[in-house]
């Protein structure tokens, strides 16, 4: 177990997706359908070059859990996606981050998991610091804040579909479905809804596919290297390279409230990972 290879994975793949971030802000005059699109075809070629190279077979076993994943990410990236329209790009990927806590609560219902008390007090914790983000600070769009929240609840099916697959199919094949349902659904929506890129905004359209893809190979390598609660934790740092990327090159604002709502959202959600790692250790 190599951790001080693992946290520098995990930092260039913080790195990777803020930077994605970063670009589908400075990309908002975009139809948020062709961002999904060039998002996914991007990472395509990626994907597919690995699959066939090791040889791995493309349809994978559980066909219809694999369709069904594809088809509640897209919803969950797009409206992602259209969410940075409204809010600031730091503010939205904090609140895309609430998935993990709509994911426990589907597991109680759906996969009768049990969620301990103190996992509920890092839950609390979070939500209050949505309840501070938006209470002190009534500039923020409220049709930004409901997509992202919407957002963030389709992730947390994404977990349970994904914790029902299992090892059942290869990462990389669950992952490629998910790209090509994007791809598809993302191109079929951008037909009535096209915003001609001009100039070096194809190689941004574009460079979206590399910069998700390597940031998922590298959060991968470093989930491979160490154990979950040493490097799931540093994920969080793309909520703070990409709200610095917000206020250097977009001119956001963030005040001392944002920001504490913010760190409550990201003290919660970490003090999770880290319980619920220890708990498996326990184990």
Not at 166 to 173: A, E, I, L, R, T
Request: aromatic share 16%.
């Amino acid at each position: 177990m190599d951790v001080k290879q693992a946290i520098k994975f995990m930092i260039i793949s913080t790195i990777a997706f803020a930077c994605m971030n970063a670009t589908v802000k400075y990309l908002t005059h975009i139809s948020a359908y062709q961002i999904v699109f060039f998002r996914s075809i991007g990472s395509l070629f990626f994907t597919f070059g690995f699959l066939l190279k090791n040889k791995i077979p493309l349809l994978g076993n559980n066909r219809k859990l694999l369709v069904l994943r594809g088809l509640v990410g897209v919803v969950s990236m797009t409206l992602f996606f259209m969410s940075t329209k409204y809010l600031p790009i730091g503010t939205a990927v904090s609140l895309r981050y609430m998935g993990p806590i709509f994911a426990a609560i589907f597991a109680v219902f759906l996969l009768k998991e049990k969620v301990k008390a103190l996992q509920w007090l890092f839950f609390a914790m979070a939500f209050s610091g949505v309840i501070i983000l938006k209470g002190f600070n009534t500039e923020l769009n409220w049709f930004g804040l409901i997509l992202i929240f919407i957002s963030a609840i389709f992730i947390g099916l994404v977990y349970i579909i994904i914790s029902k697959i299992g090892k059942g199919d290869h990462p990389v094949v669950v992952v490629n479905y998910f790209l090509v349902i994007s791809t598809l659904v993302g191109g079929l929506l951008s037909i009535n809804n096209w915003v001609q890129p001009v100039g070096k905004e194809w190689a941004l359209l574009l460079a979206l596919g590399v910069f998700g893809y390597f940031g998922q190979v590298n959060m991968t390598k470093a989930l491979q290297a160490a154990s979950t609660t040493q490097v799931a934790p540093l994920k969080y740092l793309e909520v703070i390279f990409t709200l610095l990327f917000g206020v250097f090159f977009f001119s956001e604002i963030y005040t001392f409230w944002s920001l504490l709502g913010i760190a409550l959202i990201i003290a919660g959600l970490v003090l999770n990972i880290i319980y619920k790692g220890k708990k498996i250790i326990k184990q």
